[in-house]
């Protein structure tokens, strides 16, 4: 929009009224293009800009798709879901998956018992009472 370089009322960039008004513009002109386009335009006019995806967007996302991005998790409650994989891929050291998110509680004898020097019976207590 370069015909507003020169509007009058962007002359100041202190003023609030002014700096609403271009924000009404500068909105409305962004509601009227895709993220794809915006990205382009931007990209040509050497202006630092980057999509802002979805979860949704990033599994539709042909890149990490056939990068291989993605790598499916069976877990004991939610069964098997698409999760992220390694950001990069090294060959000599390749990414896999060791565990799963834990489930609730799973690491609580370790964490109360072992680390913070809770005994058993005291461990029975917390759960029972539904501290942890």
Not at 85 to 90: D, Q, R
Request: proline fraction near 7%; include cysteine; glycine fraction near 6%.
């Amino acid at each position: 929009m370069p015909e507003l370089k020169d509007d009058p009322r962007f002359q100041n960039i202190f003023s609030l009224e002014a700096g609403m008004e271009f924000d009404a513009i500068w909105y409305s002109w962004l509601a009227d293009h895709t993220r794809e386009e915006l990205f382009e335009r931007f990209l040509k006019a050497r202006i630092a800009s980057a999509p802002v995806n979805s979860p949704a967007d990033l599994l539709k996302n042909i890149h990490l798709r056939d990068r291989g991005y993605f790598t499916e998790i069976e877990h004991p409650e939610t069964g098997k879901i698409v999760y992220p994989g390694a950001p990069v891929k090294l060959t000599e050291s390749p990414w896999q998956v060791r565990y799963t998110a834990p489930l609730l509680g799973q690491h609580n004898e370790e964490i109360y018992c072992d680390r913070l020097g809770y005994n058993r019976e005291e461990l029975v207590k917390l759960r029972e009472s539904g501290i942890i």
